[in-house]
């Protein structure tokens, strides 16, 4: 395993292939076979780790048996040579810590941590949660998602979490980029991760230590330069790789994201594929959206190849 305490780097959030299956849920099969090509593929790019069954690995879709063998795949296939942070959200703080033993008995070198799903936490409530998760012994990266949870880490709340040992990172993604120097201020031994892709520059010139992403599953190697230019305080190189990249990247933030970013994948050459319910096919007119704005995306990174 690698050792990363602070979770740092370009940590992809796995897209998941599924291959049509008639005995399956909703008749698709997790395709691991390709799911350990997607993650050895974006690590060979650069990309410093994969973060299999977030949001975007579609985990709350996954039967408990294919979710652990998501996460089990996702370190056989990178473990020795990337950071793997597994998902372990879940209602309850029993059922997450439930995932993050068995993330730490597969090997993993950290989890991801959402506040309770469905339940709208209070504070003491929160701690409770995380504390649970990071009596496993991992580290630990608090994921903050008010848009998805209705609960909002502020940073005042993250300093407080951030007392508690083997919390290592908060993943932010509230869009508000001024919360990565308060929560520097607030917690400074915590490492501030971005976690929408349409304001990782802005995060990055700020401080963040790190990207917790979904585009890089279609952009990985162009993902690790930004990222790249951004820590290296190059800002006009890492303006003029952003801004042609930016409008494919906000479909992050969007309730669509994970059918975008599958579909980016595929205008790229790598296979995106379906998604389980009750996530369905994208509508017609927003199809033709994330077409223009990866065509975008795309036309910039040919020329510059040129």
């Not at 996954?62 to 652990?68: G, K, V």
């Not at 994970?258 to 980016?264: E, F, L, S």
Request: charged share 25%.
């Amino acid at each position: 395993m690698t050792s990363s305490n602070d979770l740092g780097g370009v940590v992809v959030a796995t897209a998941l292939p599924y291959a049509e299956d008639a005995s399956a849920p909703a008749g698709l099969r997790v395709d691991y076979d390709r799911y350990a090509e997607h993650c050895r593929w974006v690590v060979d790019n650069g990309c410093h780790g994969v973060g299999p069954n977030g949001s975007l690995g579609e985990y709350s879709s996954l039967t408990h048996d294919e979710r652990r063998k998501v996460a089990q795949t996702a370190i056989a296939a990178v473990g020795d040579r990337a950071t793997v942070i597994v998902g372990v959200h879940a209602p309850s703080a029993h059922e997450a810590r439930h995932w993050a033993e068995l993330a730490a008995e597969d090997g993993a070198d950290g989890v991801l941590c959402l506040p309770p799903t469905i339940y709208r936490a209070n504070k003491g409530e929160l701690l409770h949660h995380f504390a649970q998760v990071a009596a496993v012994g991992l580290p630990v990266m608090v994921y903050n998602n008010p848009i998805d949870t209705k609960v909002d880490l502020t940073p005042d709340v993250v300093r407080e979490i951030a007392e508690i040992d083997n919390i290592a990172a908060v993943k932010e993604f509230s869009g508000d980029v001024r919360r990565v120097l308060e929560i520097r201020e607030q917690a400074p031994g915590l490492n501030v991760v971005s976690g929408a892709d349409d304001v990782v520059l802005e995060s990055l010139l700020m401080g963040a230590g790190g990207w917790f992403a979904g585009f890089p599953n279609v952009f990985p190697a162009e993902s690790v330069r930004l990222y790249e230019l951004a820590r290296a305080g190059k800002v006009e190189e890492a303006r003029a790789l952003y801004e042609p990249l930016v409008a494919a990247f906000r479909w992050d933030s969007r309730t669509e994201f994970v059918q975008a970013i599958k579909r980016g994948m595929e205008i790229v050459g790598r296979f995106g594929g379906p998604c389980r319910p009750p996530r369905g096919p994208l509508p017609e007119a927003m199809l033709a959206q994330v077409d223009a704005d990866m065509e975008r995306a795309v036309k910039y990174l040919q020329s510059k190849e040129k």
